[in-house]
């Protein structure tokens, strides 16, 4: 059981002055005498050339944003203090209000975890700035009647289904791949992505990318600091991603900044902390997640950008068989956070695994996962499918669906004779499946939410009760 200095926190989380150069920002950042660096490179703006359009000050205030939720995965390290250093002027209550909330809702894991209930960040060390700067517009460089919209393409199914969905939509957009440094190799990670583009047949002029380097994710801090009791440290990167993005919405004035978030985001992993919280490994992708940023980016930084997921409103199985559209697409799908594209061994290759089997047909789930067989039968897997079938004491710490999603997606599965170890667990202790009952709840159309506007939120909805319409008849009679 942690101590009480443990439960309490020690040291300081600091922030250092940022240095730029046209196309790269670098940020420091540190715990007492640790000292890290983050750096952010921009194929497609230029930081000195937006700091004469919009003023230094503007800029510093993004750059402020993108190095605090960097240097939050230092919250793992359990800091009792948080100094902004050179932002103390950008530090105004209601950006301490955000930061706390990201780190309560993301860090319920770790804190569940650890077994630290009580401890929710670090305390700021000085009072906040008391003056609320405006936020800047972007109008001038957009359609105000057919905003340009820049989709985060992170090279997964979802990113596939919400960019064809925004074209199908009408909506104008281009789309952002970020690497980050928690995936491995960013060249490998960039190329992954643009062969699927080039699938997509994506033009080439409508494809922004960003670099991202961070050596706290890439040091040793784990293995050289046992005495701080450390799982894999844990990051806010929806947060972070972002803001990393702005520089981007100010030197292209996008009128929006879209995620492949989808609805099964908002259920957590079947357990409570000990302080009766959910954890929810997804709640960076969560609509309450998604409103609280997308309310702070427009009053704070950039007044006329909103921020939204358009599959916010349905889950993964009318997701799976929307992405069936795109056959000659899926096999360069990749979304493993081990080895991408894909491990075949982890949870998140379990779960995609077998939604493309349930879903897809059954030569591109041979193709896309090529070299990995049946995954039903490997012994690494077990665990994750025990785990996503409710049989466990909560489902995988991934970015996966929920427990009645994945029996729904082993009975369809099942129907098309698909046998394998798991699927005898799955016969043997699960009760039987209601598949219409299921697909009538799963294929069902909610809300995008109020944050998203109506002239973006009216033909997605529309598209999305099309494709609903489509698919169940489809399922239910396979």
């Known amino acids: 059981m942690p101590d009480q200095s443990r439960r309490s926190g020690a040291g300081t989380l600091w922030l250092g002055a940022h240095t730029r150069s046209e196309h790269q920002l670098s940020l420091q950042f540190g715990l007492d005498d640790l000292r890290f660096t983050a750096s952010y490179w921009y194929e497609d703006v230029d930081l000195v050339d937006l700091e004469r359009r919009y003023g230094t000050d503007v800029l510093d205030r993004v750059y402020f944003h ?123 990670q960039h190329a992954l992505c643009s062969t699927l583009l080039d699938a997509l047949a994506m033009p080439a002029g409508g494809r922004r990318r960003i670099w991202s380097y961070d050596d706290l994710v890439d040091s040793p801090v784990a293995r050289l600091m046992p005495h701080h009791d450390l799982l894999p440290l844990t990051a806010a990167e929806t947060p972070a991603s972002v803001f990393a993005a702005v520089p981007l ?25 000990p302080a009766g919280d959910e954890v929810n490994h997804q709640w960076g992708k969560s609509a309450e997640c998604e409103e609280v940023l997308a309310g702070y980016l427009r009053t704070h930084l950039v007044a006329d950008c909103h921020y939204f997921s358009p599959l916010k409103a349905v889950h993964d199985p009318l997701i799976f068989t929307m992405l069936a559209a795109e056959p000659g697409a899926i096999a360069f799908t990749h979304s493993c956070n081990v080895d991408k594209p894909w491990c075949g061994r982890c949870a998140k290759c ?8 349930a879903y897809l047909d059954p030569d591109i789930v041979q193709r896309t996962f090529r070299g990995h067989g049946n995954l039903l039968d490997h012994p690494d897997n077990q665990v994750w499918f025990r785990q996503l079938l409710g049989l466990a004491d909560h489902t995988p710490f991934e970015c996966v669906g929920g427990i009645d999603e994945t029996r729904l997606a082993f009975e369809l599965c099942r129907r098309r004779g698909l046998r394998g170890t798991a699927m005898e667990m799955f016969e043997r202790e699960v009760a039987p499946v209601d598949v219409d009952g299921l697909l009538t709840r799963y294929l069902g159309v909610g809300s995008l939410g109020a944050w998203c506007p109506p002239a973006l939120r009216a033909p997605i909805e529309a598209e999305l009760h099309r494709a609903a319409a489509r698919a169940f008849p489809l399922l239910a009679t396979s």
Do not use: M
């Not at 109008?139 to 919400?162: C, E, M, N, R």
């Not at 919405?249 to 902390?273: F, I, K, P, Q, W």
């Not at 379990?350 to 089997?357: D, P, T």
């Open 350 to 357: 379990a779960y995609v695994w077998l939604g493309y089997s």
């Open 249 to 273: 919405v100010l030197a292209h004035g996008y009128r929006g900044l879209c995620l492949g978030h989808e609805r099964s985001a908002d259920s957590g992993n079947t357990v409570r902390s």
């Open 66 to 188: 993108l190095a605090a939720f960097t240097a939050n995965t230092l919250v793992s390290l359990q800091p009792a203090t948080f100094d902004p250093g050179p932002y103390q002027r950008h530090c105004t209550p209601e950006f301490w209000a955000l930061w706390r909330g990201v780190v309560h809702g993301v860090w319920a894991q770790w804190r569940f975890e650890h077994d630290l209930p009580d401890y929710e960040g670090p305390d700021l060390l000085r009072s906040p700035a008391e003056a609320v700067p405006s936020p800047v517009s972007t109008t001038a460089h957009g359609d105000p009647d057919l905003p340009k919209v820049l989709a985060f393409f992170g090279g997964g199914k979802d990113s596939v289904v919400s960019l064809r969905l925004l074209q199908r939509s009408g909506i104008p957009c281009d789309t952002l791949v970020y690497s980050s440094s928690t995936y491995g190799c960013a060249e490998k």
